[in-house]
Nanobody
Framework: QAQLVESGGGLVQAGGSLRLSCAAS????????MAWFRQAPGKEREFVAS????????NYADSVKGRFTISRDNAKNTVYLQMNSLKPEDTAVYYC????????????????WGQGTQVTVSS
């Protein structure tokens, strides 16, 4: 059974940085694109970033472009989200996700979800 486990969330001041990690296990093969989504209180879950399984192409939400970087280490079955220049509006629960689609930019394309990790950015 596939399992995604996030870590690295926490409390940080505005302008600071955090790196989230997502360890994947139980995926039947490596042909899964990986993504990060987030959900703030009272809001819908939204796409943050994705990285494709084939050529490693990346995609970002406009709100995080230039500040966040997604990467993956296939040998460790781990995907990362480096978050710099954090803003209070980045506060949310961040979810790791796996998808059979090359481009995993919507919740309808997700096959597996992690349990989420809280990121809080204070002003």
């Amino acid at each position: 059974q596939a399992q995604l486990v996030e870590s690295g969330g926490g409390l940080v001041q505005a302008g600071g940085s955090l790196r989230l990690s997502c360890a994947a296990s139980g995926l039947t093969d490596s042909k899964y694109s990986m993504a990060w989504f987030r959900q703030a209180p009272g809001k819908e879950r939204e796409f943050v970033a994705s990285i494709s399984w084939n050529v490693g192409s990346t995609n970002y939400a406009d709100s995080v472009k230039g500040r966040f970087t997604i990467s993956r280490d296939n040998a460790k079955n781990t995907v990362y989200l480096q978050m710099n220049s954090l803003k209070p509006e980045d506060t949310a629960v961040y979810y790791c996700a796996a998808s059979r689609y090359v481009s995993a930019y919507t919740t309808t394309r997700i096959d597996y979800w992690g349990q989420g990790t809280q990121v809080t950015v204070s002003s």
